[in-house]
């Protein structure tokens, strides 16, 4: 660990490790509809979901996010907007709660779960030869996640610029981000976190987001 990134430990809640989990789901929306509409991302949030989508057992909850929330500040403002029932663009909330209830489908289908972490491992090995966000570790976890949760019935339509959408590596470049999403709503459920508690539960996710500044 090197001075210049040091961990910043998580509020020790469950609403505060829901709040950074809710909020990489958040950002995983917010950063596909980006790419969707103009082709570009932010490069620090692109990374951070990249990296954990690749990091399967991390070292710490923080570790995950690579050890800051501003990692993950871009669904943090999401999320603050749903919280405080400000204007949220409807594009990535449906983005967001599309990934929240792919997610539970997910959870009780055991053989496509293990599918995953097996594709995830052999992607792991990609990414130690090549790098984590080079576009042959991207195309696999796109296709990782083509080949498994793009096969369930609960599917996300990505809305877009056509002819950027079937640009080269975009498709995979957008699955790969749905894919993060999917790791970080895992990671919420894992915390506790529930959809009901989203609705009845506002107020402290709203105390842990102010928390986390």
Known sequence: MTASTPI?????????????ALAGVFQAASLVDELARTGQTDQRAWETLIRATLDTS?????????????NLRRGLEVLEGVVGRKQVNPVVLRYGFSLLMLMSKLRTNDA??????????RIQGQAEHFGETHENVIASLGEAYQETLSTLKTRIVVQGDPSLLQSRMMPERVR??????????LLWHQQGGRRWKLVFQRGALKKSLDQLG
């Open 8 to 20: 910043h430990r998580a509020p020790d809640t469950p609403s505060a490790r829901q709040a950074l």
């Open 58 to 70: 991390p070292e710490s909850f923080e570790a995950i996010y690579g050890g800051h929330p501003n």
């Open 112 to 121: 496509m779960m293990d599918d995953l972490g097996t594709r995830l491992t």
């Open 176 to 185: 790969a981000i749905l894919l993060a999403g999917i790791r970080f709503a």
